[in-house]
């Protein structure tokens, strides 16, 4: 089996997972309702207890102060009488109270330590509820029963729900339904948001790189946005740039390699020497030339894909741009190089990548190399806070409304003219790259010397930048 049938069976194999269903409001809202409610009732019930357990001990000495007049009038009044009679007359009192009287034994209470210990000693002692007051009737073994003094507690007194219930579910209720309006004008937002960026997810999932999440309502997840709408034009470009360079390197290497299997063909019928000669310099010349497509199509690709680290010196500018026309000289030995950086202060130092750069100059350089007909000349300037690089040639120059387009990767304004003068329509987008890496841009205009004008700018110092 061919490596490609081999790919076509796994790929057919191949079944993606089905796409779940989209994000549910209302059980986004329930769950985090009930999250919130629940701690919110949690801690309310918490506060309650911390609160009462540290006024319990105020209460109940207010309870004993406001009782203890009532406490004593009815023990006088028991004291009035025969103790036989202190069933009766503590009946008879029970009925003109709102609250309960009793008497019993002493030995008959359960109290905590302490509160037995006040009632021994002839205090009122509370009951841990804090309803039920206790009263020694003197040296008497016998109790005096307060209570229960609040209604709710009183079997006599009970009707219906009592009030502090109904208050606390009425206040709980109002309390649970502001809390899902809140919630509600919380949740959706946040659910839209999700939905959106689900969409936009699944959409680039399945290839449609166009796809772009809408600007969230929700402060929470416009980052998220920004970083997948990046993402997905970082991943369109890629596959485009990809998908540009498979078609354009597939039709640059038909040329050179028709060529060559035409040459072999005559190399072998022919018997002549200085034939055989020739035509092992042609094929020389386009193997010359396909090692230059490759060459170029990989060094644009690293730019377009890896964005290569910047590793960035402090350069005097004047000297380089001399070493970058002089490196490249040879190749326009019948033009005229000049390089004029009058305008630029004494000893300039500049930031730039030692590594990248030259790839940008040199491939500038050889395009004014290409189309000039007697003169180039390089010249720099500062504007503002950036360096400007200009290389002007005399030649035909570029109209107006091709510009921008000839720094994309394989754009060629005269393919006739192109193949006499070599080139494969990258070295143009190699130089915006590398610029667009240096916080800067390449852009073409109109050369004073009447052909095209390319100029590089980016800032004199990164620092400024990045501040």
Not at 100 to 111: A, P, Q, S
Not at 207 to 231: C, D, H, K, V, Y
Not at 259 to 282: I, K
Not at 358 to 370: D, Q, S, V
Request: include cysteine; charge should be negative.
């Amino acid at each position: 089996m061919t490596g490609n049938n081999k790919l076509l069976a796994i790929l057919g194999n191949y079944k993606p997972a089905p796409w779940r269903g989209r994000y549910s409001l209302s059980r986004l809202f329930f769950n985090f309702y009930l999250l919130v409610m629940g701690s919110f009732v949690a801690i309310a019930i918490f506060a309650d207890f911390v609160i009462s357990t540290a006024v319990k001990g105020i209460t109940d000495d207010y309870t004993s102060r406001f009782m203890r007049g009532t406490v004593l009038l009815i023990e006088e009044e028991l004291f009035r009488k025969p103790r036989s009679d202190w069933p009766r007359t503590i009946e008879a009192l029970d009925r003109k109270f709102a609250y309960k009287l009793e008497i019993v034994d002493r030995w008959t209470l359960n109290l905590p330590a302490a509160q037995a210990e006040k009632l021994d000693g002839g205090e009122l002692a509370i009951d841990a509820q804090g309803d039920i007051i206790y009263h020694r009737l003197k040296q008497t073994p016998q109790i005096l029963v307060v209570g229960p003094i609040s209604p709710e507690r009183n079997p006599e007194y009970r009707r219906g729900m009592p009030l502090d219930l109904r208050i606390s579910l009425l206040t709980w209720s109002l309390i649970g339904v502001c809390l899902a309006i809140v919630v509600w004008l919380w949740v959706h937002p946040v659910w839209r948001d999700l939905e959106a960026m689900r969409q936009t997810a699944r959409a680039l999932g399945e290839g449609l790189f166009e796809a772009r999440a809408p600007i969230m309502r929700s402060s929470a997840f416009g980052p998220l946005a920004e970083t997948l709408n990046g993402m997905a034009e970082r991943i369109q470009r890629l596959i485009a740039t990809q998908k540009e360079l498979s078609s354009a390197i597939s039709h640059e290497l038909r040329t050179p390699i028709a060529r060559l299997r035409f040459a072999l063909e005559m190399l072998a019928e022919t018997h002549d020497a200085a034939e055989g000669e020739r035509l092992s310099r042609m094929m020389e010349s386009d193997l010359d030339e396909l090692d230059g497509l490759i060459d170029s199509s990989l060094t644009y690709a690293r730019f377009e894909r890896e964005q290569p680290e910047l590793h960035l010196a402090e350069v005097e500018i004047a000297p380089w741009l001399e070493e970058q026309v002089e490196g490249i000289r040879l190749l326009g030995r019948q033009l005229e190089l000049q390089v004029d950086t009058d305008a630029l202060p004494p000893q300039l130092r500049v930031d730039l990548d030692r590594r990248s750069m030259p790839y940008a100059m040199t491939n500038l350089l050889r395009n004014a190399i290409k189309y000039a007909r007697t003169r180039i000349r390089v010249n720099a300037e500062i504007v503002g806070d950036q360096i400007q690089v200009h290389v002007d040639d005399d030649g035909i120059g570029i109209p107006t409304g091709e510009r921008e387009r000839v720094f994309s990767a394989f754009t060629r304004l005269d393919r006739s003219r192109d193949r006499s003068t070599g080139g494969y329509g990258l070295g143009l987008a190699i130089a915006r790259l590398v610029l667009e890496q240096h916080s800067g841009t390449a852009f073409a205009g109109e050369s004073p010397l009447g052909g095209a004008r390319f100029t590089l700018s980016w800032p004199l110092s990164q620092n400024v930048t990045e501040s």
